[in-house]
């Protein structure tokens, strides 16, 4: 079933009333009907079974039929701290990310990054990040839609993660699955974790040495050198596992 997210103040009464782009993805791309049902969420938790109403001018009336049991996200708030990738790669690890469980996405420049995007490139990036990060969210049922905040330095990142319970930075140079298990299985539902990712170049040796500082645990993800695109994803599909099963 369709899902929509609606701003708190487009809820009233027993209707929702949806506006902006997706009522032309509704009408025209869908092409829903009156009667058929959708699902709709507040982008706080909360999440209604609803009929289409009607359509009145650029909105459309939706009817609540009740509100529903929400259990999509994860039991504990991943951030995911991902180094500018080269082309439209940031897109889809955006959008994967998401349907993955990540709570937010924080893309970062690093040393090695090749993209080098300046304050207005950057602005029209994360709003095209966080259009992505939306529609993964309806597609994948989240309760919430993820932030995809401002490209940040990587000193910028390290310092945004200090609130964080947890950080983990997966490191090419780093040996031993055994260590990196035993860290894993220590994540608790409910503490934050940070995953650090470098660009296609990985991380300098100093990068590394501040992230160590910083408090973040180097770990593997195995024998074979993983692309970024792969990388974060593979972090979060090891967490998303461990946190579901406890």
Sequence with gaps: MQQFFADSSW????SIYIEGADVNHMKNVLRMKPGEDVRVN???GKTYLCCVSAYEDD?????ILKELDSDTELPSRIVLFQGLPKGDKMEWIVQKAVELGAYSIVPFAAK???????????TKKQARWQAIAK???????RSIIPEVQNVLTFTEALDAAKELDVLLIPYELEEGMKETARIIEAVEPGQSVGIFIGPEGGFEEEEVELAKKAGAHPVSLGKRILRTETAGLTALS?????????
């Design 11 to 14: 809820i009233q009464g027993n």
């Design 42 to 44: 507040d982008g706080q």
């Design 59 to 63: 909105r459309a009336v939706l009817d």
């Design 112 to 122: 090695r990054s090749v993209v080098k995007l300046d304050e207005k490139k950057a």
């Design 135 to 141: 529609g993964a969210a309806e597609q994948s049922g």
């Design 238 to 246: 090891v967490l998303m596992y461990k946190l579901e099963t406890v």
